[in-house]
């Protein structure tokens, strides 16, 4: 299977814990995204890199939140000092530069802030 | 500040009808419209529209674009209960971030 790949998929963590979640895109996409959805709610843009640079962030990521991709590969997302309005699915896609409007989204990982 | 709105929130039809989902958009610097299907977990994209009156289709799937009324129809003729999903909009700006609706909740029913 070469699609978006996210690990784990499901992560319990107590609040105040950090946490931090993996990546894998589509080997050929240079473009990788970073959502987060509630229930009831779209995916919300967290935010996004081209290969290893991050180039958009949305305010929504507070500095408790760091994302990289260090080689353009695969992305780490990392939420510090958890609370529970953390708890959500994290959404990651990938996509090639020049067709961002047509991103594969990964299964997503489930986080649940006790 | 960008909004997508999403209308009906949840529908449910019996098999065979047909089913319009509306999506009206407030983007800025507004690039193109996004639907997405989503079952269990990841959306999985549907259709790209950028320019205005031109009709996309996919099989069952229609969807169009009025850029001047800033609203985009999902049309599904004789539905199945394979098209039971959560259908997402979402509007793409220049600077690369999608703002999604928070989806139209479709049931169909034998």
């Known amino acids: 299977d070469t699609g978006v790949s996210q690990n784990p998929r499901h992560k319990i963590t107590k609040r105040g814990q950090n946490v931090t979640f993996r990546c894998d895109p589509i080997?050929?996409?240079?473009?990788l995204y970073w959502y987060r959805q509630t229930l009831g709610q779209g995916p919300e843009f967290l935010t996004y890199?081209?290969?290893?640079?991050?180039?958009?962030k949305s305010r929504l990521l507070s500095d408790r939140f760091s994302a990289e991709r260090p080689k353009g590969s695969f992305s780490t997302l990392e939420i510090q000092r958890t609370e529970q309005g953390d708890s959500a699915m994290y959404l990651c896609?990938?996509?090639?530069?020049?067709?961002?409007?047509?991103?594969?989204f990964g299964p997503g990982t489930r986080l649940l802030v006790l | 500040e960008d909004k997508v709105v999403q209308s009906p929130l949840s529908l449910v039809v019996h098999e065979g009808d047909t089913v319009t989902l509306n999506c009206s958009y407030e983007?800025?610097?507004?690039?193109?419209l996004l639907w997405y299907k989503q079952e269990k977990k990841a959306p999985t994209f549907l259709f790209m529209l950028t320019s205005s009156g031109i009709e996309k289709k996919s099989g069952r799937l229609s969807s169009i674009l009025d850029k001047k009324e800033l609203f985009s129809i999902l049309n599904i003729t004789a539905t199945q209960t394979g098209d039971s999903a959560i259908y997402l909009c979402?509007?793409?700006?220049?600077?690369?971030?999608?703002?999604f609706g928070a989806g139209t909740r479709l049931t169909v029913k034998p």
């Open positions: 983007v800025t610097n507004f690039r193109s």
């Open positions: 896609a990938s996509s090639f530069m020049e067709e961002t409007g047509t991103q594969y």
């Open positions: 979402a509007g793409l700006g220049n600077n690369n971030d999608m703002r």
């Open positions: 890199f081209q290969n290893e640079a991050q180039l958009e």
């Open positions: 080997s050929e996409h240079n473009r």
